[in-house]
């Protein structure tokens, strides 16, 4: 299956745990981009890497909250001190530059659902 | 925030009908994209509908764009129950990397 994975699809923490989340773009995809997603609404962007730069953090990415791309492959989302305040799911995303490339779809994977107790 | 509103939020219709939604956004965009989503799962790529298009088309799905009005529509012919999901538009207004920005959704239930 060449489509974006995450790991874990699920990961249940106690409040104060630090979590690591896993994501694996699509392997010719330079641009990948982190997401979240709490229950009944759509998904809120959180930062997008192209290749292994982090271009952009959304505000709601507290300083609790960091992403890498070590090597412009895939990329690492890791929460510290968790709140219950951060129980959703993760979602991923990667695209690529086309020859049109002001046009891009997003490839999203299954995400991970982050419960905090 | 969100920048989409998307109405209605929820459409429960028998299997064979035809469902219609649609969205609303505040700023200027390069495209819009439409996604499905099933319960607690990944969002799958519809439909990609640039600024300069009115219309599109990609089997049972019809997309329309009105950037006067800031809106679009997507509708969904001859429904059948496994197109029970929840839809999300998602605007790109080319900054930040192409970045989308989401509506809140439209839950869609297709009785068989």
């Known amino acids: 299956d060449t489509g974006v994975s995450q790991d874990p699809r699920h990961k249940i923490t106690k409040r104060g745990q630090n979590v690591t989340f896993r994501c694996d773009p699509i392997?010719?995809?330079?641009?990948l981009y982190w997401y979240r997603q709490t229950l009944g609404q759509g998904p809120e962007f959180l930062t997008y890497?192209?290749?292994?730069?982090?271009?952009?953090k959304s505000r709601l990415l507290s300083d609790r909250f960091s992403a890498e791309r070590p090597k412009g492959s895939f990329s690492t989302l890791e929460i510290q001190r968790t709140e219950q305040g951060d129980s959703a799911m993760y979602l991923c995303?990667?695209?690529?530059?086309?020859?049109?490339?002001?046009?891009?779809?997003?490839?999203f994977g299954p995400g991970t659902r982050l419960t905090v107790l | 925030s969100q920048q989409g509103e998307e109405d209605p939020q929820a459409l429960s219709i028998q299997e064979g009908e035809n469902a219609t939604m649609n969205c609303s956004y505040k700023?200027?965009?390069?495209?819009l994209q439409w996604y499905r989503q099933n319960s607690g799962r990944g969002l799958v790529h519809l439909i990609l509908?640039?600024?300069?298009?009115r219309e599109k088309h990609s089997g049972r799905l019809r997309v329309t764009l009105d950037t006067s009005k800031k809106s679009s529509s997507l509708l969904i012919t001859a429904s059948r129950a496994a197109d029970t999901a929840s839809y999300f538009c998602?605007?790109?207004?080319?900054?930040?990397?192409?970045?989308?920005?989401f509506g809140g959704g439209t839950r869609v239930l297709v009785k068989p």
């Open positions: 995303a990667s695209s690529g530059l086309s020859g049109r490339a002001l046009y891009n779809e997003q490839f």
């Open positions: 392997s010719e995809h330079n641009r």
């Open positions: 890497f192209q290749n292994e730069a982090q271009l952009e």
């Open positions: 700023t200027s965009i390069n495209n």
């Open positions: 509908i640039r600024s300069n298009e």
């Open positions: 998602a605007t790109d207004a080319g900054a930040a990397g192409n970045k989308l920005t």
